[in-house]
């Protein structure tokens, strides 16, 4: 594919949305006021901010001129794992990586927010000092 081919990718991620991409040697750039409508990033000038945490990130230096960018770059600067289907206009993004990364590291389960039975939202945190089952199923 090269750079004219406009196209619909839909992107799993905390959301499910769908966005216009441009496709350049099999990567898909989107516009930099998606970014973070899909992963919850924003790109400003001193790099990929999410709140008052900042990750370094600068465009390439060949960057011609876009509002688009490419978006396997920028997961892969935040550390998120992502599976692309170029084929079907399909990509998931894992953006708990790095929170699975450091859970397994310090041997502590993150603050996650769950319903109970009732379907009451609970923390995980309201049940510290003792001992938890978290089970976990799918029906497919």
Request: hydrophobic residues 40%; glycine residues 4%; charged residues 30%.
């Amino acid at each position: 594919m090269n750079q004219t081919d406009k196209k619909t990718l839909t992107v799993l991620s905390d959301i499910t949305s769908e966005v216009e991409v441009l496709w350049e040697e099999s990567k898909p750039l989107i516009n930099q006021n998606d970014i973070e409508k899909i992963i919850g990033w924003e790109l400003k000038t001193e790099g990929l901010c999410k709140g008052e945490i900042c990750v370094p990130f600068a465009l390439p230096v060949d960057h011609v001129e876009s509002d688009f960018v490419d978006l396997l770059t920028i997961t892969e600067t935040l550390g998120f794992s992502t599976v692309l289907d170029s084929e079907s206009d399909f990509i998931a993004i894992d953006t708990f990586s790095s929170l699975r990364h450091s859970a397994l590291s310090d041997k502590k389960a993150p603050d996650i927010k769950l319903p109970d039975l009732d379907g009451n939202l609970r923390l995980l945190s309201e049940w510290s000092d003792k001992k938890k089952l978290l089970v976990a199923f799918s029906s497919w």
